[in-house]
Structure formats: C-alpha cells, structure tokens
C-alpha cells in the first residue's frame, strides 16, 4: 500500500518550544528511506503551513493559541482526508499532540468504528474547563468525542469517535478530572500498572481483540509514552515508562495484525533531545510497524 507523509510544525498546542521541529528531526532521522526499503511507495507531501503568531495571541478562554490551532487543525484534516480519499495510508509526523485533532477529523468520516490506540504517558482527556494547563495537547482525545470547546468538535461534526473504540497504552500521569471521567467512561485503559502486570503482548492482543469489530483503526504514538531515557527529546517526560523493546513488540505486533489504517508519531522536541534520540527512537518504531524484520 502507498504511504503519504504530512509533517506538522506545530508546538503551540503547549509550553515548550521546539516540538514544532519534530517533522524535520523525524525526516532527518531518515524517515522516508526506511519505508521505502521496506518496498512501500511512499510520497512525502511536504509540511501543513502553521501560523506564526507575532504578538501574544489574546486568549478568549483557558485555551492557549485556540485560533492558530483551529487553524491548522482545519488544514491537517483536509489534506488527512484527501490521503485516506485517495487510497493511500496517512502517515503524520508532529508537532505536539493538539494535531491528532486534524488528523482524526480528517479520517474518522471514512469509517463506520474508527478504533484508536493512543500510545501515551497521559490521556489527553482534558477539556477546556477541566486542564489545569490550558494547554490543548491536554485534549485531543475528548475534542474527538465531542466533549471541550466547540471551535474544536465541530471538527468532527457528525464523526466523533465514540468511547468503546479507544484503547490507551502506557499511561501513567492523569489529571483528576481525566481520572474521574476515565471512571464513568467505556474507554479501555491500559496503564503502566496493567502493562507490567499482563506483559506487553498480552497487553497487544487484548486491545486488538477489543477493537475487532472495527473497520479501521488510527495509531497516535506520543514519543512520551515511551520512557523518558529512550525518548528524552519530549516537552513532558515522566519517569517509569515503556521500554524501547516494549515498544517495538508493540509495534511489531500491529504490523502481523495488518490492521493499522493510519498513524501519527507526536511530540518530538529536537531542543530538548540528545542528538536527535527520540527522533531515531520514532524512526525505528515506524521500521517496526511497517514491517522491518531482525531476520
Ligand atoms: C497535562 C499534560 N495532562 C495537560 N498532557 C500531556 O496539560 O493537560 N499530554 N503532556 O501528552
Ligand atoms: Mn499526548
Ligand atoms: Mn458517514
Ligand atoms: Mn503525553
């Protein structure tokens, strides 16, 4: 199947500047020849364009750089929807995770059950009134249900995802009222806890299982879910998080299941990276995923 890359320069989405050159680390990281020795044809169409805001964007809400955002998230889901429109696979590169907005807009119209595995140190599960930073990649996750600022759902329209879908992986820093609505939700929820406990495998196979039902399914990869000493090069690093080899049996095992649809790879920060880590670190996971076997 063909592959399209879109890159995203996008770091507005929270406080750290830098992830905004998470497209180019991950291209120079050698993205594209990877998957290509890998025989896939693959196009790299290039970077959404962000605005660059000049002044201090005068914020009407506890939501930080809500237009910008809005902005590229409007312009991520048409081109997101013309990849999947054409028969091709989207491949996303980040940014900070405010664009896994754009992306799940631009795909969940194409399927009836979109499934998402959201590997991740944190749920992104906040909404406007809930974040205690105001920082939206705090929130991709509920804006896709439909819950938050309606500037940012009526993305989805009559698209959201619906709760039975998701599944999370490596979590392990929620908000309260990420927790509490985690608690009253049919979200899937496998944290650090559950992955020491079953194993990743088991961990794969049960979430897999759980979105079998689906006709596709969307994987959004957080550099952080990863532990922060395989994936330094993240604005929000917290201790105790999935290995380097867990995540590539992760990613492994989605590839033998041939049912990843698209995927985008977040928050690389190149500033805060050790020469260009986390980035390798990305470009290796997509090795993985896309089929690159040790023998
Ligand atoms: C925090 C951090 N829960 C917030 N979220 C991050 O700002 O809402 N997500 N870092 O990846
Ligand atoms: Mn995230
Ligand atoms: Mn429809
Ligand atoms: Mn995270």
Not at 117 to 132: K, R, V
Not at 270 to 283: C, F, G, H, S
């Amino acid at each position: 199947k063909a592959i399209s890359i879109v890159g995203v320069p996008m770091d507005l989405g929270q406080s750290r500047r830098g992830v905004d050159m998470g497209p180019s680390a991950i291209r120079y990281a050698g993205a594209v020849e990877r998957i290509e020795n890998l025989s896939y044809a693959i196009e790299d169409c290039g970077d959404i364009l962000i605005e660059r805001p000049t002044e201090k964007e005068a914020s009407p809400s506890n939501l930080k750089h809500l237009h910008t955002v809005v902005n590229a998230s409007l312009a991520l889901k048409r081109t997101v929807s013309e990849i999947v429109e054409n028969g091709k696979f989207p491949l996303v590169f980040g940014g900070d995770h405010s664009i896994a907005i754009g992306s799940l807009a631009g795909i969940t119209p194409h399927y009836e059950q979109l499934g998402v595995i959201w590997y991740d140190a944190h749920g992104d599960l906040n909404t406007e009134e809930t974040s205690p930073s105001g920082n939206i990649h705090g929130m991709p996750l509920s804006v896709a249900l439909g819950r938050g600022n309606k500037q940012l759902t009526e993305l989805f329209q009559d698209h959201p995802l619906k709760e039975e879908n998701i599944v999370l992986i490596g979590v392990r820093a929620l908000d309260e009222a990420e927790k509490e609505f985690i608690r009253t939700s049919n979200i899937t929820v496998f944290t650090m806890h559950e992955v020491d406990r079953l194993g990743m495998t088991e961990v794969m196979s049960r979430s897999l299982k759980h979105l079998e039902h689906c006709d596709g399914i969307h994987l959004s990869l957080d550099l952080d879910g990863l532990d922060p000493l395989d994936a330094p090069g993240v604005g929000t690093p917290v201790v105790g998080g999935l290995s380097y080899r867990e995540s590539h049996l992760a990613m492994e095992m989605l590839h033998e299941s041939k049912r990843i649809t698209s995927c985008e790879f977040v928050e690389v920060n190149p500033i805060l990276d050790e020469k260009n880590k986390t980035a390798e670190a990305a470009v290796a996971l997509m090795g993985s995923l896309f089929g690159e076997k040790l023998k």
